[in-house]
């Protein structure tokens, strides 16, 4: 009787090999422990590796005095004419267009002049104050060319001027000037006390109809009268042309940047005014 053969014997007749089968399970890695110091002297190392990269930028980023247009006179607390000022940073410029996306263009511009403007709070500052501001930070951020489109109003031209705000005409008060200015109205003849719209003014000020409303905020008396419920129904009592005067004063566009800018159409050569405004170069490299 035969014994029967095993496969192991049956493989050594055929000229096979058996081999040891393959784990079921390949054996993991196991990672080195971390050194503490090797991680130290690698953060160094890429610290040093960007300060070598930015050794060109450094100073480009550093803080610049500016002289208000207000010359400083609509913040006795601060007793000072001028601000510091410092470049925009890509990430300032990132969170401005993302805002601005989400329809929060007003808000993020108050931020980013936080961020880049010491000295006086930025919800302190007039608004021609600010203005001012914001395009020195366009200057020294990018540079002092500035493009604007001016339609003109005889032929439909659109002429592209390219300005150098640099050169731009300021405006500064006087040095007799005061904020609360003394506005004779013309038809009461009476005497109003007016102060400047300043940036936290600004939510009351961004339709047309709360413009309108609203300049009764701007007069902090009249003939000596300081209640507000009176200086209302005063301001709606009066005539056009009171009103009228007390606008002019309270947002005198005068003051700051000339905002108004004259040049001849390419077109028809005939003299056109814009005015100067933030578009869509505000943000770009001249």
């Known amino acids: 009787m035969n014994e029967e053969k095993g ?13 040891q089968a393959p784990p079921l399970h390949p054996p993991v890695a196991r990672a080195a422990t971390p050194n503490p110091e090797s991680k130290v002297t690698d953060n160094d190392n890429i610290n040093a590796i960007l300060e070598g990269l930015l050794e060109n930028v450094t100073e480009k980023k550093g803080w610049v005095s500016i002289k208000l247009p207000s010359l400083g006179k609509c913040y006795p607390n601060y007793n000072t004419d001028s601000v510091r000022i410092r470049p925009f940073t890509f990430e300032d410029e990132r969170n401005l267009r993302i805002a601005a996306r989400d329809n929060q263009g007003n808000d993020a511009i108050t931020t980013l002049l936080d961020n880049c403007v010491d000295g006086i709070p930025v919800q302190a500052l007039t608004i021609f104050d600010k203005n001012y501001v914001l395009f ?18 005889t032929c439909g031209t659109n002429n592209t001027l390219r300005l150098e705000l640099s050169s731009l005409p300021v405006a500064y008060f006087e040095e007799d000037y005061e904020e609360y200015s003394k506005v004779l109205l013309p038809d009461a003849k009476k005497t109003a006390i ?9 939510p009351h000020l961004d339709t047309p109809e709360k413009l309108v409303d609203g300049i009764n905020r701007f ?6 009268v300081t209640d507000e419920a009176i200086i209302f129904a005063f301001v709606r009592k009066t005539t056009v042309k ?29 003299d056109n005014k814009t005015n100067l405004i933030l578009n869509e170069n505000f943000f770009s490299v001249s």
């Open 242 to 270: 009171d009103v009228t005067t007390l606008r002019n004063k309270i947002f005198d566009l005068s003051l700051g940047y000339e905002s108004e800018i004259i040049y001849p159409c390419g077109g028809c050569q005939r």
């Open 194 to 202: 007016i102060r400047f719209p300043r940036v936290n003014d600004e």
């Open 219 to 224: 007069v902090t008396s009249i003939e000596g």
């Open 136 to 153: 020195k930070l366009r200057e020294l951020s990018y540079g002092s060319s500035y493009p604007i489109v001016g339609k003109c109003d």
């Open 7 to 19: 496969i192991v014997d049956m493989m050594k007749e055929e000229g096979l090999e058996a081999t």
